[in-house]
């Protein structure tokens, strides 16, 4: 009989449990049945939940302690022990003598301290980065709420003189429209006079527009029709689908058709609904394979499996699918997975610039029209380039000059009569005009500004540096641009596809979500979850389609680097120090 | 599901000919009967010459041979063979043994039936049984010798038509078009159809593979509505398959088995690889020109092929055992799988790359939920040329197959039989240089469309074609590969997606100038048997081969497993796959299963683990899914349904040695692993109709749940003993419909009264680690306080057990006594070759009269205690008397009584 004893001596929680047995028989921990010391692994299970056998593999609901010296002890399944492999690195679960277990605690143990320690330098470098990016958020965010206020108030003052302006403008309006009233009346009057009959047929003129939209239609189609191989393959099979020698040739088409690689993305060219109608009643187009070449055929019926079909007829086919959008692709997947963890984030100092790069690259993109200033900080950078243009004089203020402008227009025009003062009225509607660009302008520059500010930062802003950038990485073909609080997509080459619009933080700040991108045939619509890790930088580090059209992506970046989880990582190795044998110095 | 891609009865010349025939209409006479080379001969020849049918005129011969344990097989050929084409017979398909029994016929004796002017010819079949051959009208029968009883028939009903090849005349136009494509047919008609009767018999079942009811539902008839098409029997590769359609799907086997109260069962098998469509035919459907009086115990059937001979067997039974024994005995036993291979897979189209493959075996063992194979799809090669890896997404092969290796598990990669036309991949340019193609019917390489694109089919009807393909199994030949991997064969109909009806054109040419008319159904048959016996050389000969195929032909059984196809993740299929797998099982196929889950679609939560608790059960157990559904891996629905899939998985490993036992005795008698209730219960009328519910072997009654938030399922028990409830332990009786509670946690799983079963308690990370395990015996006690059951172990991988290698065990129980025997036959298990360390944990006693405290077994001497215990430790089931810790081993002889 094996000694537990020593397994069981170590397990501090344990260890009162099992004392109990000193004195009788003790309880499950299930509290099911009742064992006595001699059913302590004696291998056979007696409670269900395996406590009377912590050290044998009789209860498939067991758990065995291993006491990894050298290393961190460890619980492991039942089902591991004594099964011919080695689980625990002290080889104790191995003790049948069917396999010789090496201990290897202390080589695992200092792989596994050294790859924790450069975790907590890691965590500590990323603490002193988030820090500074929540100072400099903070700030930012003050500044663009004094900016708020500050539109706020030009905002009203405008809004007040652009009234003023519209009035007058429609008083001159007004006065204009009177006096285009009676020119026409007179006008009418004398050519009533004139002309008896001369009525131009409406109805007619309509007809003859719609044929000629009909025509170029049609032109277009069969311009379409010429060019398609598909076409033409399929009109000639019909023409001699009595004729062998065609057909037999018409198999060996796949060579031939190959000059045309533009089917190969499409292979259900919808061109073809012309041919339709030669008796068969079928009414998806795409599934009319009766009239395909032989290539087209094989391709048309093989998309079926591949799911394969252009994004325009999937719609109607897919539709039905969105209503299982759950989460069942769960934190499991990625929880485990090797080289997410944070360690590996500290590996390369290259490329500081690759953001910024891209980020006012992206900001080009987005914002087009406006100038962005990539180079400063983005918080007022924004805000300064877009009123360049008006506040080139700086002394008054340009809402007083505005003021003063409008002023002095108003007092010129003040009493008009018909007619009215040509030139007046010109330069009101100018200053209306610019007066109201000014207004939108100040207008949605306020609204973008309290958009943003209205998006979830974190808990203590340390998100906000994540506005208006956008994180890139290139896997195989691929690019994949992840823009937080807007939108990440997929580029590949002039084509892009939309993984998802911003929706929101999950998982306690964990995770980024993006939801209904663009619309997966046979599938879901695209979404997309970004992992976040404690890195020292911002960085795509992996990215997958774990299920189809479900992506999941791997962000490093300073904001997860927590105070908690530095402690918690601290103590884990002050546990795992304390754990080394004695005189085991560093080899 | 593209119904008009398919063709129907109507738009198929041969059938919408036969089934317009009417009853009687066959005008021959069998003359010049004579006993030759032990065989019965006979030439058939018309009554009357018919003008009409000139070419039907020459006499047809008629070949009758009996075979032990009661077969008789009849072939009619043509006389004067064709100088320009031989029908095609096919080969490779009946065993070698099989031949060897036959019975030396010398004697005939003549007897005048129901009045005819002339004799019919008697002989002897097997002890109680003869076969007739009625000259005139011509008939053929098994029948019992004491009452004159038919047992079977041929052309009972006179439409028997063997359309005879014919020189093409001026005018004749044979070709025949379907859509797009044209079939030039180049022999012209040639087709054969005759009537089959199954006296005695109240169903009749088999003939897959159609995705419909177990007992097979008419097709002809005054009040068929369900069917008017009939049950065609054509390989096709069918996208997203109706669940309920006689719809001819991936394989074919035209064996169909009978069964009555009144008598019992007799089989009927016709060797013949083209089209073949089957009419079953509702009582009264001949009312209006009836030859016959009616019989309700009678089922007729019409046998239509568009080519080949006929080549019947007929098989008397007279149980259903019987029968599947006699067929089993002429198109071979099922193989002996692995042991790894009767546990779980784990599939899906695609497991994208290595870091996947790892990321989901590590999940399994993270959850501890057990599997012991992992699949590759078709995307882990380089553009879909087979034997080839993807080495962007693969790029160490054969590292991570002995990653998986070191913890007890295997994989498996696709291997299908298009090969893609690109000069640069070995496989191709060494079939194109040695001419191993199919070749179209003008005579070039078959140029066809499938995954890779422009793709071409190796002609594996020529011996030399298979060798060589076998060859390529090597791990010299297939780079990547190690001793852990096998294979599976899908797309193997062939699926040809730019052929009629996604196939290869019927006038395509193989070996010796055959058409694929006449082979068709034979293709995947071949390509399995190809592959698996590339294993075989691979192994040297020593390690079993593991090959999952689509396509099926009678014997592919021996080829290894078979799996329903490209099912669909709905409740409905759910149910269709347990007659799908038992129509499989009691034709031979014993080792099958449906994709658990549903190929297509994404199947509900619950969807999902009622499919694993019934998958657990079948013989063939594998979660799959389409490369557009969501990830369904067990852990990923939750704790809560994680633990009920890792239970359902659980119970499945738990019962692997009464699985391997039970692939034992398949593998000796053709009996199924997984049997339709009638089989064990033949004179229960009750369970003739039964699908819902399976035996698995003679002891575990299974029933699936088969709709949403079930709260009762009805659950017939058949027999007079009584049933106990695999979790709470409860008796339930049988020759009952009980109206059963159901909760999530399980569907209905009950023990036999009279059976014991061993299992393997253990949680284990695959059966490899389980070997050492200690046993658990259930003995489930009748009303005679009796039980008796059996257990087969052996090394799980070689071929040694033919030599004696294992361990055989009989169990039986009674008078309070549990005894432990060799079950083998001395000559058979050589107690030296092979044995077992392990020993009984635990006896469960199920409907013991209670009271019994210890137990006393010898030798030895030794006093066990017998307390209370779980029936299932992992459930919250009932309480059952357990003896303790008997710690005998399991390949010893020993007894244990109750005291």
């Not at chain 1, 003598?97 to 320690?117: H, M, S």
């Not at chain 2, 109240?202 to 003939?207: E, K, L, P, S, T």
């Not at chain 2, 899914?625 to 629905?637: G, M």
């Amino acid at each position: 009989e094996v000694d537990y004893g020593n397994i069981l001596s170590k397990n501090s929680i344990d260890e009162n449990y099992y004392k109990g047995l000193s004195s009788g028989a003790i309880k499950c921990k299930d509290g099911s049945k009742k064992f006595t010391k001699a059913q302590l692994n004696d291998d056979f299970c007696d409670c269900p939940d395996g406590s009377d056998e912590p050290g044998t593999s009789a209860c498939p609901n067991g758990k065995f302690y291993c006491k990894n010296a050298g290393h961190v002890p460890q619980f492991i399944y039942s089902s591991r022990v004594n099964d011919g492999i080695c689980d625990c690195c002290d080889g104790s679960d191995e003790y049948d003598g069917k396999v010789k277990c090496p201990n290897t605690c202390w080589e695992v143990g200092k792989v596994a301290r050294d790859k924790l320690k450069k975790k907590i330098a890691t965590f500590q470098e990323g603490i002193t980065v988030r820090r500074k990016e929540i100072e400099e958020a903070k700030l930012a965010i003050a500044k663009e709420e004094a900016e708020i206020s500050k539109l706020k108030n030009e905002e009203k003052v405008l809004k007040a003189r652009v009234e003023q302006l519209r009035e007058k403008k429609e008083a001159i309006e007004k006065a204009e429209e009177d006096e285009r009233l009676k020119k026409e009346k007179e006008e009418k009057a004398r050519k009533e006079a004139d002309d008896a009959k001369q009525e131009p047929s409406k109805a007619e003129e309509k007809t003859d527009a719609q044929e000629e939209a009909v025509k170029t239609g049609i032109h277009d189609k069969i311009g379409l029709l010429e060019d398609s191989p598909s076409v033409k393959d399929a009109v000639e099979g019909h023409d001699n689908a009595a004729d062998e020698e065609q057909h037999n040739e018409a198999e060996q088409v796949p060579k031939e058709s190959s000059q045309h690689p533009e089917i190969k993305e499409e292979p259900a060219p919808n061109n073809n609904k012309a041919d339709v109608s030669s008796g068969n009643e079928e009414k998806d187009a795409t599934e009319n394979t009766e009239s395909l070449s032989n290539e087209e055929l094989g391709r048309v019926v093989g998309s079926r499996w591949l799911g394969k079909k252009s994004e325009k007829e999937t719609e109607s086919v897919g539709a039905g699918t969105d209503s299982d959008h759950d989460e069942a692709l769960s934190d499991n997947h990625e929880e485990e997975h090797p080289g997410y963890d944070s360690d590996v984030d500290d590996h390369q100092d290259d490329d500081e610039h690759k953001y910024d790069d891209d980020d006012s690259e992206d900001q080009v993109d987005d914002f087009a029209g406006e100038d962005h200033d990539s180079s400063s900080h983005k918080s007022d950078s924004d805000d300064d380039s877009d009123f360049a243009d008006t506040t080139t004089t700086t002394s008054p203020s340009w809402t007083e000059k505005i003021q003063q402008t409008v002023k002095r227009i108003l007092r010129s025009v003040n009493l008009f009569r018909t007619p009215v003062n040509i030139s007046d009225a010109d330069s009101i509607r100018k200053e209306y005009d610019e007066a109201s660009a000014k207004l939108t302008k100040i207008e949605s520059k306020l609204s973008s500004l309290k958009q943003k500010l209205k998006q979830d930062f974190g808990r203590d802003k340390e998100f906000y540096s994540f506005h208006g950038q956008c994180f890139e990485s290139k896997e195989n073909k691929y690019t994949y641009k992840i823009c937080p609080f807007k939108q990440a997509s997929q580029v590949e080459g002039y084509s892009t596809t939309r993984l998802g619009n911003w929706d929101k933080f999950e998982d306690s700040y964990r995770t980024m979500l993006f939801t209904s991108g663009d619309h997966c045939w046979n599938g879901p619509d695209r979404s997309l979850k970004v992992k976040l890790r404690c890195g020292l930088k911002n960085e795509v580090t992996d990215i997958d389609e774990p299920s189809r059209c479900e992506y999941l992506a791997f962000l490093a970046t300073p904001a997860l680097c927590l105070e908690e989880k530095l402690e918690e990582l601290q103590n884990k190795l002050e546990t795992m120090n304390r754990e080394q044998p004695q005189g085991h110095d560093e080899l | 599901w593209k119904k008009e891609e398919f063709r129907d009865c109507n738009q198929t010349p041969f059938c919408k000919r036969a089934r317009s025939r009417k009853p009687g209409s066959c005008n021959l006479r069998a003359t010049d009967v004579s006993i030759s080379d032990g065989d019965l001969i006979a030439k058939l020849v018309p009554k009357e010459e018919n003008p009409e049918q000139l070419h039907n005129n020459k006499p047809l011969v008629l070949t009758l041979s009996v075979y032990q344990d009661g077969v008789m097989r009849v072939k009619i050929d043509e006389d004067d063979q064709n100088p320009k084409k031989k029908r095609f017979q096919v080969p490779d398909v009946i065993e070698e043994d099989f031949l060897n029994t036959k019975l030396w016929l010398t004697r005939v004796k003549e007897e005048q039936i129901d009045g005819d002017s002339s004799f019919s010819s008697v002989v002897y079949l097997s002890d109680g049984y003869e076969g007739v051959l009625r000259h005139d009208p011509f008939e053929i029968f098994a029948r019992e010798s004491k009452n004159g009883k038919r047992v079977l028939s041929i052309n009972s009903n006179g439409l028997f038509d063997f359309e005879q090849l014919r020189e093409k005349k001026e005018g004749d136009d044979w070709e025949e078009r379907f859509r797009s494509h044209t079939d030039t047919r180049p022999y012209g008609p040639q087709s054969i159809s005759f009537d089959v009767s199954f006296y005695g018999a109240d169903f009749v079942y088999g003939i897959p593979q159609h995705a419909t009811s177990l007992a097979l539902k008419p097709t002809r008839g005054p009040n068929v509505e369900e069917y008017s098409e009939p049950y065609r029997l054509f390989n096709l590769d069918v996208f997203e398959y109706l669940h309920e359609s006689p719809f001819g799907l991936y394989g074919s086997i035209p064996f169909m088995i009978s069964h009555g109260k009144a008598r019992g069962s007799s089989g009927f098998f016709w060797l013949n690889a083209a089209e073949m469509q089957i009419d079953v035919l509702g009582s009264d459907w001949n009312s209006n020109d009836s030859m016959w009086p009616l019989n309700n115990h009678r089922v007729d059937t019409l046998w239509m092929s568009e080519a080949g001979v006929v080549d019947t067997f007929f098989f008397i039974g007279p149980g259903p055992k019987d029968v599947v024994r006699q067929y089993t005995s002429v198109t071979g036993r099922p193989s002996m799988p692995q042991l790894f291979a009767t546990a779980y897979h784990q599939c899906r189209w695609n497991y994208r790359d290595e870091e996947d493959v790892y990321n989901v075996d590590s999940k399994f063992d993270e959850h501890d939920i057990p599997y012991d194979v992992l699949w590759l799809d078709i995307e882990h090669t380089d553009g879909k040329k087979y034997f080839t890896w993807d080495r962007v997404l693969f790029p160490n092969p054969e590292e991570m197959q002995n990653k998986l290796a070191a913890k007890g598990r295997h994989m498996v990669t696709i291997v299908d039989p298009h090969i893609k036309r690109d000069e640069s991949y070995h496989i191709h340019k060494e079939a194109l240089e040695k001419g191993y193609y199919v070749k179209d019917a003008t005579g070039k390489d078959y140029d066809g469309w499938c995954w890779p694109g422009a793709s071409s089919y190796t002609d594996l009807l020529n011996p030399e074609i298979r060798s060589w393909w076998s060859d390529k199994f090597s791990l010299d030949s297939y780079v990547g590969s190690t001793k852990y991997l096998y294979i599976w064969n899908d797309m193997n109909e062939p699926s040809v997606f730019n052929g009629p009806e996604v196939t290869m054109p019927r006038d395509a040419l193989h070996h010796g100038g055959v058409e694929h008319r006449e082979l068709h159904n034979l293709y995947g048959y071949y390509f399995h048997m190809a592959t698996s016996n590339g294993l075989l050389k691979r192994g040297d000969g020593k390690d079993r081969p593991f090959v999952l195929a689509r396509a099926f032909f009678a014997g592919s059984q021996r080829y290894g497993a078979i799996w329903t196809g490209d099912n669909t993740a709905e409740w409905e299929q759910l149910r269709v796959s347990v007659p799908m797998v038992l129509s499989l099982s009691i034709s031979g196929i014993v080792f099958s299963g449906a994709d658990v889950g549903g190929f297509f679609g994404n199947p509900e939560t619950e969807l999902l683990v009622r499919w694993y608790q019934l998958g657990a059960y079948y013989p063939f157990f594998r979660g799959h899914a389409h490369h557009d559904t969501k990830r369904r891996e067990p852990w990923l629905f939750g704790e809560k349904n994680t633990q009920l899939m890792r239970e359902a998985i659980h119970v499945r490993y738990m019962y692997l040695p009464y699985f391997y036992t039970l692939f034992r005795e398949a593998n000796s008698t053709g009996t199924p692993v997984a049997r339709p209730l009638w089989m064990e219960f033949p004179g229960d009328e009750n369970t003739f109709s039964n699908d819902e519910a399976f035996m698995v072997g003679n002891g575990l009654l299974v029933q699936g749940v088969y709709t949403e938030r079930a709260k009762h399922v009805s659950v017939y028990l058949p027999g007079e003993e009584s049933w106990y409830d695999l979790r709470s332990a409860s008796a339930y009786k049988g020759g009952h419909t009980h109206k059963y509670e159901v909760s999530e946690d399980t569907i209905p799983s009950f023990q036999r009264a009279g059976t014991i079963i061993p299992r393997k308690d253990r949680l284990r990370r695959s059966s490899t680690q389980m070997e050492n395990d200690p046993y658990t015996l259930v003995i489930a006690l009748n009303s005679s306080q009796a039980a008796e059951g059996e257990l087969y172990i052996d090394d799980g991988k070689s071929f040694e057990f033919k030599h004696g290698a294992f361990v055989h065990r009989r169990f039986t129980f009674s008078s309070g006594k549990l005894i432990s025997s060799n079950a083998a036959a001395p000559s058979t298990a050589e107690s030296n070759l092979f044995s077992s360390e392990c020993t009984v944990e635990r006896i469960i006693l199920l409907g013991l009269t209670p009271g019994a405290k210890t137990a006393l077994i010898e030798p030895g001497n030794k006093k066990v205690e017998i307390e209370l215990g779980p029936i299932f430790i992992e459930g919250n089931g009932g309480s059952v008397l357990t003896i303790r810790k008997p710690n005998v081993r399991i390949a010893d002889d020993w007894s244990i009584q109750i005291l």
